[in-house]
T-cell receptor
Framework: KNEVEQSPQNLTAQEGEFITINCSYSVGISALHWLQQHPGGGIVSLFMLSSGKKKHGRLIATINIQEKHSSLHITASHPRDSAVYICAVSKSGNTPLVFGKGTRLSVIA | NAGVTQTPKFQVLKTGQSMTLQCAQDMNHEYMSWYRQDPGMGLRLIHYSVGAGITDQGEVPNGYNVSRSTTEDFPLRLLSAAPSQTSVYFC????????????FGSGTRLTVV
């Protein structure tokens, strides 16, 4: 079983919809990262969080350490949000990142 | 501009050729790493470094070498390219991987024929 699981694998939404992408992990972590990768593009770090909630524009990331679960929310989705969203964790003990396989989001106008 | 610079962006190699993928950062980050990204596999760690003079293997190190002679540079060497090394390669750095975010390079798309 992968240490980091994301759901759904693929998601199609209409413009304006509220979107949620989920990430569950099975190991102790020091931090969780959400990354964004546009088609054919580079990887951008959206959030790093170890507790609670962070917000940047229309993006919100939450984490529940007890439940080993994080969510990435996009409010008022737009076609430019179409990308692959990747969850990754920094495991406790100063070890390299462990990645989920990503969620491919398509937002249709 | 501060960030991670990867070169080249695209490369085609013949089987058996060698080459070096360059990665440089100007943020004084201690931690640097190389990943490959393949369809359906997600990002997999090849090698990483926690500081100048220190490197270690990741999940898929075979066929690759790295060195870290300076804080800024972390080149990835393909010793004898194989078609299985066709992939997109990303370099990433972080000030401290436990407590800081990561900055990724723009990627190198490598095809081995």
């Amino acid at each position: 079983k992968n240490e980091v699981e994301q759901s759904p694998q693929n998601l199609t939404a209409q413009e304006g919809e509220f979107i949620t992408i989920n990430c569950s992990y099975s190991v102790g972590i020091s931090a969780l990262h959400w990354l964004q990768q546009h088609p054919g593009g580079g990887i951008v770090s959206l959030f790093m969080l170890s507790s609670g909630k962070k917000k940047h524009g229309r993006l919100i990331a939450t984490i529940n350490i007890q439940e080993k679960h994080s969510s990435l929310h996009i409010t008022a989705s737009h076609p430019r949000d179409s990308a692959v969203y990747i969850c990754a964790v920094s495991k406790s003990g100063n070890t390299p990142l462990v990645f989920g396989k990503g969620t491919r989001l398509s937002v249709i106008a | 501009n501060a960030g991670v610079t990867q070169t080249p962006k695209f490369q085609v190699l013949k089987t058996g050729q060698s080459m070096t993928l360059q990665c440089a950062q100007d943020m004084n980050h201690e931690y640097m790493s190389w990943y490959r990204q393949d369809p359906g596999m997600g990002l997999r760690l090849i090698h990483y470094s926690v500081g100048a003079g220190i490197t270690d293997q990741g999940e898929v190190p075979n066929g690759y070498n790295v060195s870290r002679s300076t804080t800024e540079d972390f080149p990835l060497r393909l010793l004898s390219a194989a078609p299985s090394q066709t992939s997109v390669y990303f370099c990433a750095s972080s000030l401290n991987r436990d407590h800081y975010g990561y900055t990724f390079g723009s990627g190198t798309r490598l095809t081995v024929v």
